[in-house]
């Protein structure tokens, strides 16, 4: 017997039929004697079908009331996904983040889950109960609706396992387990059997959304062991593990790729000590993330360029910060591009390995990709390229670093 989650993604509850079929998923399990928590995400389409919504009525909306609307799709799942388990004889009922509760910060949108009552899930165990909870909800101590930030029924997901003690956490969607790059693009791709926390946790904070980056996490802090798996077949999915639990570590274990960032160039800033800091701080003040920054060294000693990515909905409102205060940082002009992608090579094994970044520069080089901006860390380097070359990109690496599936 165990105690274990399962997470059913979008696309895993994305009709009724679905729905059913991991109804009766939960059902082996709890046959098999183990205790279930479920947690479901809204249909496919549905929450952006909720923030579409918001946005028609008011660009500038109360936050608070956001997230009353898109929180709305978990709604329905956890009711269904409930009615669907008793149907089969399963005894099960739902729970909204609220009635958990899942406690909050007051960060409407992108809230961070703070702590998880979960005491009377785990006595409705004894009674045999399946608990099923919406995912992505919280609530904030001023008796609101949060919401955990796009793809956050991962992270409802891990923080109930962590605070049930569960042996498992199962995150059950549309692919079967984590591949070297994103399946879709890269028809190479390989799955892995085992990633490390690390490693996952740049993966996802570089743009594979196969998992929430926060889920990740939260994972690695309360040691959930965390397993990836396809929700339409019946095959052992990918675990998210420590490091010591690999044996053969390759050099690069993963390429990601984010299309959510925009590039910024102010050009000709005066080159004064203090630019930096009189520039960052506006952005930082409007709460808009910074991410890669290049500065060239000015060739007169006066003026340079400055390069650095922001996301892409902050893009419209970065430009305004700075266009209103141009006069005051004497900047020449500010250009914002849309139209990049980050792409991200990444692997514990490059701690311990030299020329990774090279081969990279090389991959692009020989496939005419020019390289805007570059960063790196101890275990990743990303570079800003064109979007036009996605995918190009990403298949000229995955072939580079050797990880195609043979
Ligand atoms: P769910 O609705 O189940 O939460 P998501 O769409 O959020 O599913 O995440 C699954 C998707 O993540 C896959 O369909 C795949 O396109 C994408 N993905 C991106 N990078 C990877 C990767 N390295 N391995 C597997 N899937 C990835
Ligand atoms: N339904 C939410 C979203 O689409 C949460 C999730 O699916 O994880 O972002
Ligand atoms: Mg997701």
Redesign the pocket.
Same mark, same amino acid.
């Given at each position: 017997m165990a105690r274990i989650v399962q997470k059913f993604?979008?696309? &895993?509850v994305a009709d009724i039929d679905r729905i059913k079929a991991a109804a009766q998923r939960v059902k082996r399990a709890v046959d098999a004697g183990d205790e279930v928590a479920v947690v479901v &995400?809204a249909m496919?389409g549905t929450t952006n079908q909720l923030v579409e919504w918001t946005r028609a009525v008011s660009p500038m909306h109360d936050a608070r009331e956001y997230d009353v609307v898109v929180s709305a799709g978990e709604q329905v799942t956890v009711g269904l996904m409930a009615m669907a388990l008793q149907d089969i004889g399963v005894d099960a009922r739902s729970w909204l983040g609220w009635q958990i509760p899942m406690e909050t910060d007051d960060m409407h949108g992108r809230a961070r889950i703070l702590d998880v009552k979960a005491d009377e899930i785990v006595r409705r165990f004894g009674l045999g109960q399946v608990a099923v909870m919406a995912g992505f909800q919280g609530i904030a101590s001023d008796n609101r609706i949060t919401t955990l930030g796009r793809?956050g &029924? #991962?992270t409802s997901a891990v923080a109930l396992a962590a605070a049930i003690n569960a042996d498992r956490c199962d995150i059950?969607? #549309?692919?079967d387990?984590?591949?070297?790059? #994103?399946?879709?693009i890269v028809t190479r791709?390989r799955k892995l059997d085992k990633i490390t926390y690390e490693e996952m946790l740049e993966?996802a904070s570089l743009g594979?959304?196969?998992l929430q980056t926060r889920s990740v996490e939260l994972a690695m802090n309360h040691r959930v062991r965390l397993q990836v798996l396809s929700s339409f077949e019946d095959a052992p999915g990918t675990l998210v593990v420590d490091e010591e639990e690999i044996v053969e570590q390759e050099i690069v274990s993963?390429i990601?790729h984010s299309g959510n960032e925009a590039k910024i160039t102010l050009v000709r800033v005066p080159d004064n000590p203090g630019i930096a800091a009189a520039i960052f701080g506006p952005l930082s003040e409007a709460s808009i993330i910074v991410d890669m920054i290049v500065q060239n060294v000015s060739e007169d000693g006066n003026a340079t360029d400055l390069t650095f990515t922001v996301p892409k909905d902050d893009l419209a409102r970065t430009m305004e910060v700075l266009e209103a205060a141009q006069d005051r940082l004497g900047f020449e002009r500010v250009v914002g591009d849309p139209d990049v992608v980050k792409i991200s090579v990444v692997g514990v094994g490059m701690r311990s390995h030299a020329g990774v970044a090279m081969r990279m520069f090389q991959a692009l080089a020989d496939k005419g990709i020019n390289i805007q901006v570059i960063s790196t860390s101890e275990i990743k380097i990303s570079v800003l390229v064109s979007d036009a070359y996605t995918e190009l990109a990403l298949r000229s690496l995955h072939t580079a670093y050797g990880l195609d599936a043979v």
């Open positions: 993604g979008g696309t &895993s &995400s496919s793809g &029924s #991962d059950y969607t #549309d692919v387990g984590i591949y070297t790059s #994103d399946p879709r791709a993966m594979a959304k196969v993963g990601a």
